[in-house]
């Protein structure tokens, strides 16, 4: 029995480290958290988890936080709540928007995954 448990703990171990080593150097990795409370940007909202310095390299002027919410178009098959999605993330047009709503960054995905970057 105890040697079940290790074997469970050590597959979980490697595939948590195979998630980790797919970041590639243009590679994020984020969460799916559901449609957009903002009209000022795309329809859905994701939390990015991995690959922060993306984002930040096609928006300079964002400020770094520990949440980093952005907004996209996401693939119909990852749109569960808590789904994880990888990405390589490329800019759009920015949108004029009333600044009496919440302003995500906006990004269009490319290269998208379930599992791991391509």
Request: charged letters at 20%; proline letters at 8%; hydrophobic letters at 35%.
């Amino acid at each position: 029995m105890r040697k079940i448990v290790w074997v469970l703990g050590l597959l979980g171990t490697l595939l948590g480290c195979q998630n980790q080593k797919d970041l590639g150097p243009d590679c994020v990795r984020a969460k799916y958290l559901g449609p957009s409370d903002s009209p000022c940007g795309g329809p859905h909202k994701i939390l990015i988890l991995g690959g922060k310095e993306r984002i930040y390299d096609l928006f300079p002027n964002l400020r770094e936080a520990d949440n980093l919410e952005i907004t996209t178009q996401v693939p119909e098959a990852l749109r569960q709540p808590g789904q994880e999605l990888y990405f390589t993330p490329a800019a759009v047009e920015p949108r004029i928007c009333l600044a009496i709503y919440i302003w995500y960054p906006e990004i269009t995905l490319t290269h998208v995954s379930g599992t791991a970057c391509r």
